[in-house]
């Protein structure tokens, strides 16, 4: 059973460009949430979506944006890129009718 | 303040000892605790998820929920080498509709030393 994956694994961006990453979630799993985690923080929510609309946002501009398709997979798009968005993304699935979330590796993102 | 606090170390240890780890939290509303461990550079790993006051142990893991203190603690005993990692505490409000955002703490790193 294939947990959560997460493509790509890394990225290096530039200041002002766009960057798509790619989440896949655990089999039978309909929920998935994003969260961006600098070094040394925890993770801080940025979305979920469940039945492919964005159900819930934390506090991040609308230069991140989402989708989910009806295999459940998502994207995380983030625009005009600023060297503060380099982190750690993660992508965590679950059941809409569950709490317990499940992460997946991550992609590292570096914007110079 | 913040939400969840949580000391972030960093904590070290002598292989086989028992480790408590903890977070206190101000929102009343948080009713679903998780610990979850996190190796460098690797996403969370979750490890113990409880929803009610009290204990719940797995193997060398016990989670501990004191709502009226606002407190939840992780005890690891036999604490070995391969437990070295950042250990993070999240928790969610109650039930509502399909709120299931996690609030996170900053994650305690640990070293245990063989």
């Known amino acids: 059973d294939a947990g959560v994956t997460q493509s790509p694994t890394h990225l290096i961006k530039t200041r002002g460009q766009q960057v798509t990453l790619r989440c896949s979630p655990k089999?039978?799993?309909?929920?998935v949430s994003w969260y961006q985690q600098a070094l040394g923080q925890g993770p801080q929510f940025i979305f979920q979506?469940?039945?492919?609309?964005?159900?819930q946002r934390g506090n991040f501009p609308d230069r991140f944006s989402g989708h989910q398709f009806p295999n459940y997979s998502s994207e995380l798009n983030v625009n005009a890129l600023l060297l503060g968005d380099s982190a750690l993304y993660l992508c965590?699935?679950?059941?809409?009718?569950?709490?317990?979330?499940?992460f997946g590796p991550g992609t590292r993102l570096t914007v110079l | 303040q913040k939400e969840v606090e949580q000391d972030p170390g960093p904590l070290s240890v002598p292989e086989g000892a028992i480790v408590s780890l903890n977070c206190t939290y101000s929102?009343?509303?948080?009713?679903?605790f998780m610990w979850y461990r996190q190796y460098s550079r690797k996403g969370p790993e979750l490890l113990m998820y409880t929803y009610s006051s009290g204990n719940k142990e797995d193997g060398r893991f016990t989670a501990q929920v004191d709502k009226s203190s606002k407190y939840i603690s992780l005890f690891i005993r036999d604490s070995q080498p391969s437990d070295s990692a950042t250990y993070l505490c999240?928790?969610?409000?109650?039930?509502?509709?399909?709120?299931?955002?996690?609030?996170w703490g900053l994650g305690t790193s640990l070293a245990v030393n063989p």
């Open positions: 979506y469940y039945e492919e609309e964005e159900r």
């Open positions: 089999s039978g799993h309909d929920t």
């Open positions: 999240a928790m969610s409000p109650i039930n509502a509709g399909n709120n299931r955002k996690l609030i």
């Open positions: 929102n009343s509303a948080f009713q679903y």
């Open positions: 965590a699935s679950s059941l809409v009718v569950e709490n317990e979330q499940f």
